[in-house]
């Protein structure tokens, strides 16, 4: 069946530090979704991209979706502690929306 | 506007029982879907309803069902639980189908004993 893989799964950084966070399907996605949960909390959308080769910017994160709508990536720009928390790619294909493992960044002050 | 409500916030159950978790979406929304979240495995797709009608199916036994009355809110049953049926269980709603952002309730945490 459809696969979403996300690397890393975990990342730990130095606050000001950059990160970037991996999403790659097995099959050719009609959309992507980005949501970020905090630690207790639940997962909140952040953005979703449709077109291939699509960027977005939300003022220190970027998202990317891939030539072929089958990878994407998040990235985040001096990262701060309010950054903490674990993101997810979640693609979208035949009415599905398929949620990848997640990565969890820690940020060091 | 209200989020989405999911009740209880917190479950305690035995082995062999059974299990009703319910689902409220934000008003408007028409669509609600089911996920299962654990440490080893994520987010995993249960189901997701639209007009009372199952759409989309995850890779859950029969033991899992849900259902979505006319005012769209939601409730996912458990039947003969199981010790790795433990998870948070979050309920999202959303305007349309999956393809629009999903807005997540605060879940609701079993465990099985």
């Known amino acids: 069946g459809q696969q979403v893989m996300q690397i890393p799964q975990y990342q730990h950084v130095q606050e000001g530090e950059d990160f970037t966070t991996y999403c790659n399907s097995s099959?050719?996605?009609?959309?992507i979704q980005w949501y970020k949960q905090r630690p207790g909390g639940h997962p909140v959308f952040l953005i979703q991209?449709?077109?291939?080769?699509e960027v977005k910017k939300q003022k220190r994160l970027t998202f990317q979706f891939g030539e072929a709508k089958k990878n994407s990536s998040l990235h985040i720009t001096a990262t701060q502690t309010t950054d903490v928390g674990t993101y997810f790619c979640?693609?979208?294909?035949?009415?599905?929306?398929?949620f990848g493992q997640g990565t969890t960044l820690q940020v060091k002050p | 506007k209200a989020g989405v409500t999911q009740t209880p916030r917190y479950l305690i159950k035995t082995r062999g029982q059974q299990v009703t978790l319910s689902c409220s979406p934000i008003?408007?929304?028409?669509?609600v879907s089911w996920y299962q979240q654990t440490p080893g495995q994520g987010l995993q797709f249960l189901f997701e309803?639209?007009?009372?009608?199952?759409?989309n199916k995850g890779n859950f036994p029969g033991r899992f069902s849900g259902r979505q009355f006319s005012n769209s809110r939601s409730e996912m049953n458990v039947s003969t639980l199981e010790l790795g049926d433990s998870a948070l269980y979050l309920c999202?709603?959303?305007?349309?189908?999956?393809?629009?952002?999903?807005?997540f309730g605060p879940g609701t945490r079993l465990t099985v004993t």
């Open positions: 999202a709603s959303s305007l349309g189908l999956s393809s629009y952002e999903q807005y």
């Open positions: 099959t050719t996605l009609s959309n």
């Open positions: 008003s408007g929304h028409r669509s």
């Open positions: 991209l449709v077109k291939s080769g």
């Open positions: 309803y639209f007009s009372e009608t199952q759409r």
């Open positions: 979640a693609g979208g294909n035949t009415g599905k929306l398929i």
